[in-house]
């Protein structure tokens, strides 16, 4: 079989630092996901850091100069470009959006990465893949396990959908892409007040009790609402919800035990995944107790 | 009131607009931005009033403050701004103006973690995370910090002992060089 006919579409891939560290788990779950979609996707050679959020806080042409470089590597893969963390995505996409309107801008970057700027690829976060490109009916379709009495409370984070005009992905405050997904997988959600929130971000590192405060809050109104878990699509959120966790806890004297999953490893498990393959053991909360319960693993 | 150009100080004012890309001078004090800012909490002046001493020529007080330094960067503000003001896109105008200048900010764990995450770009091509966090706990002098999380991510596969370097690391010193050759000539911000 070719691989044309072996797979549906194909995308380039990048991962992002996060993916290959500490959120090993959603690397794991989004290839498992794509293998049993029979989407393709090939990682771009020797892709590098986009600079994240510590690049534009302090130098936007390094910023922007960083993501161009790596748009421009990600021409050597064919297929739109997949992105599975919500910062990477939104620096990505923040970069195509400011150089195409902005001619002194582009010149700069493309003096500091000697080169054109390459700016079609459209970049994609695997959210719209599967809701848009793959389709939610044939989504549904594939379904092999529905995520039946799972109630998920389904957390976008900031840069999923703000400043609307770069991500271009949903309603910048009133979202549904994660909600559908969930449907088509057959689990339930959770009506909670805190999925636009800022968990705090890359405080984690230089400021820890900021986290503490930010992602106590979306905890405890996650839980306030009945959800058994919490979907996310950011490894930098999956971070600072699920390995802050018992930290936030014990500051906060209450318990959550809240398993923090990501949307690929949710929608592997209804393919037909199995759980060994999406890198539960990796995390800190460990959710196989609550998938056992469900009677899902 | 009309603000005049002296007040306002607006040669400031102007390289902040053309830092950003977005006006300053447009705001006209709602407060959506400080009502939806998750991190105004944590700051001596919420955003609406960074941009109010902005227009009052009082600069310094800002880049002297840690509010700047406190931004999330979550885009709320931008997202809501009546008047698109991309507030968001001010405050890294504001973090690079400090940081330039290496002056009397307040907050220096958040410039000591950008500093030594944009280090890591420069000698590995992507984040080595372990590093990162001992790094940043031996030179802020918080030797304990995350102690006990080290093992727990480190058996987990979530930390690495070891990295390897970037096959494009060459080219990402040339475009630190460069960008720092165009400065020198005065033809970047």
Same mark, same amino acid.
């Given at each position: 079989m070719t691989a044309a006919k072996k797979h549906i579409m194909h995308y380039s891939y990048y991962p992002g630092c996060s993916l290959h560290a500490s959120g090993r788990e959603y690397d794991i779950s989004t290839r498992a996901l794509f293998k049993a979609l029979r989407l393709g996707l090939q990682e771009v050679p020797d892709w590098f850091c986009c600079g994240a959020t510590p690049a534009h806080n302090v130098d936007e042409l390094l910023s922007l100069s960083l993501c161009a470089k790596n748009l421009s590597l990600a021409e050597e893969v064919d297929g739109d470009l997949a992105v599975a963390c919500a910062a990477c995505f939104s620096r990505l996409k923040t970069t195509?959006?400011?150089?195409?309107? &902005?001619?002194?801008?582009?010149?700069?970057?493309?003096?500091?990465? $000697?080169?054109?700027? !390459? *700016? %079609?690829?459209?970049?994609?976060?695997?959210?719209?893949?599967?809701?848009?490109?793959?389709?939610?009916?044939?989504?549904?379709?594939?379904?092999?396990?529905?995520?039946?009495?799972?109630?998920?409370?389904?957390?976008?984070?900031?840069?999923?959908?703000?400043?609307?005009?770069?991500? &271009?992905?949903?309603?910048?405050?009133?979202?549904?892409?994660?909600? $559908?997904?969930?449907? !088509? *997988? %057959?689990?339930?959600?959770?009506?909670?007040?805190?999925?636009?929130?800022?968990?705090?971000?890359?405080f984690t590192l230089s400021r820890p009790g900021v986290v503490l405060k930010l992602s106590n809050a979306i905890l405890e109104s996650a839980q306030e609402a009945g959800a058994d878990c919490i979907m996310v699509a950011c490894p930098l959120c999956h971070g600072n919800l699920d390995i802050r966790q018992q930290k936030i806890e014990a500051k906060n004297q209450t318990s959550y035990d809240t398993p923090i999953f990501y949307i690929t490893q949710l929608a592997a498990l209804a393919m037909g995944v199995a759980a060994d393959k999406l890198g539960f053991e990796s995390v800190i909360v460990d959710p196989r107790p609550l998938l056992t319960d469900k009677q899902l693993i | 009131m009309h603000l005049s150009n002296q007040t306002m100080k607006v040669g400031f004012v102007k390289k902040v607009e053309a830092l950003s890309g977005t006006s300053v001078r447009r705001c006209f004090q709602c407060g959506k931005c400080s009502a939806g800012c998750p991190m105004s909490g944590f700051m001596e002046h919420p955003p609406n009033r960074i941009v109010r001493l902005l227009q009052l020529g009082q600069g310094d007080r800002v880049l002297a403050g840690r509010s700047i330094w406190y931004c999330a960067s979550c885009e709320t503000c931008t997202t809501r701004c009546p008047n698109k003001v991309n507030l968001a896109s001010i405050m890294d105008a504001l973090r690079k103006l400090s940081w330039d200048a290496d002056g009397p900010s307040k907050e220096s764990y958040v410039q000591l973690a950008n500093r030594l995450f944009i280090e890591n770009i420069r000698s590995y091509g992507r984040q080595y995370e372990l590093r990162l966090g001992?790094?940043?706990?031996?030179?802020?002098?918080?030797?304990?910090?995350?102690?006990?999380?080290?093992?727990?991510?480190?058996?987990?596969?979530?930390?690495?002992?070891?990295?390897?370097?970037?096959?494009?690391?060459?080219?990402?010193?040339?475009?630190?060089?460069?960008?720092?050759?165009?400065?020198?000539?005065?033809?970047?911000?």
């Amino acid at each position: 079989m070719t691989a044309a006919k072996k797979h549906i579409m194909h995308y380039s891939y990048y991962p992002g630092c996060s993916l290959h560290a500490s959120g090993r788990e959603y690397d794991i779950s989004t290839r498992a996901l794509f293998k049993a979609l029979r989407l393709g996707l090939q990682e771009v050679p020797d892709w590098f850091c986009c600079g994240a959020t510590p690049a534009h806080n302090v130098d936007e042409l390094l910023s922007l100069s960083l993501c161009a470089k790596n748009l421009s590597l990600a021409e050597e893969v064919d297929g739109d470009l997949a992105v599975a963390c919500a910062a990477c995505f939104s620096r990505l996409k923040t970069t195509q959006h400011h150089l195409k309107k &902005d001619d002194v801008k582009r010149r700069q970057v493309e003096t500091a990465i $000697d080169g054109p700027a !390459a *700016l %079609g690829k459209p970049v994609k976060h695997i959210l719209e893949i599967l809701a848009r490109d793959f389709g939610l009916a044939r989504l549904e379709e594939s379904v092999k396990k529905p995520l039946l009495g799972l109630k998920v409370a389904c957390y976008y984070g900031c840069l999923l959908t703000r400043p609307p005009e770069v991500p &271009d992905l949903d309603d910048c405050e009133d979202p549904s892409i994660m909600e $559908d997904i969930l449907r !088509a *997988l %057959g689990a339930e959600q959770v009506k909670w007040s805190h999925r636009m929130e800022c968990c705090g971000a890359n405080f984690t590192l230089s400021r820890p009790g900021v986290v503490l405060k930010l992602s106590n809050a979306i905890l405890e109104s996650a839980q306030e609402a009945g959800a058994d878990c919490i979907m996310v699509a950011c490894p930098l959120c999956h971070g600072n919800l699920d390995i802050r966790q018992q930290k936030i806890e014990a500051k906060n004297q209450t318990s959550y035990d809240t398993p923090i999953f990501y949307i690929t490893q949710l929608a592997a498990l209804a393919m037909g995944v199995a759980a060994d393959k999406l890198g539960f053991e990796s995390v800190i909360v460990d959710p196989r107790p609550l998938l056992t319960d469900k009677q899902l693993i | 009131m009309h603000l005049s150009n002296q007040t306002m100080k607006v040669g400031f004012v102007k390289k902040v607009e053309a830092l950003s890309g977005t006006s300053v001078r447009r705001c006209f004090q709602c407060g959506k931005c400080s009502a939806g800012c998750p991190m105004s909490g944590f700051m001596e002046h919420p955003p609406n009033r960074i941009v109010r001493l902005l227009q009052l020529g009082q600069g310094d007080r800002v880049l002297a403050g840690r509010s700047i330094w406190y931004c999330a960067s979550c885009e709320t503000c931008t997202t809501r701004c009546p008047n698109k003001v991309n507030l968001a896109s001010i405050m890294d105008a504001l973090r690079k103006l400090s940081w330039d200048a290496d002056g009397p900010s307040k907050e220096s764990y958040v410039q000591l973690a950008n500093r030594l995450f944009i280090e890591n770009i420069r000698s590995y091509g992507r984040q080595y995370e372990l590093r990162l966090g001992a790094a940043f706990n031996m030179k802020s002098g918080q030797f304990l910090k995350d102690l006990m999380l080290g093992p727990k991510l480190l058996s987990r596969g979530k930390l690495k002992m070891f990295h390897s370097k970037n096959k494009n690391l060459p080219e990402i010193e040339a475009i630190f060089s460069r960008i720092e050759e165009m400065r020198k000539k005065g033809e970047a911000l």
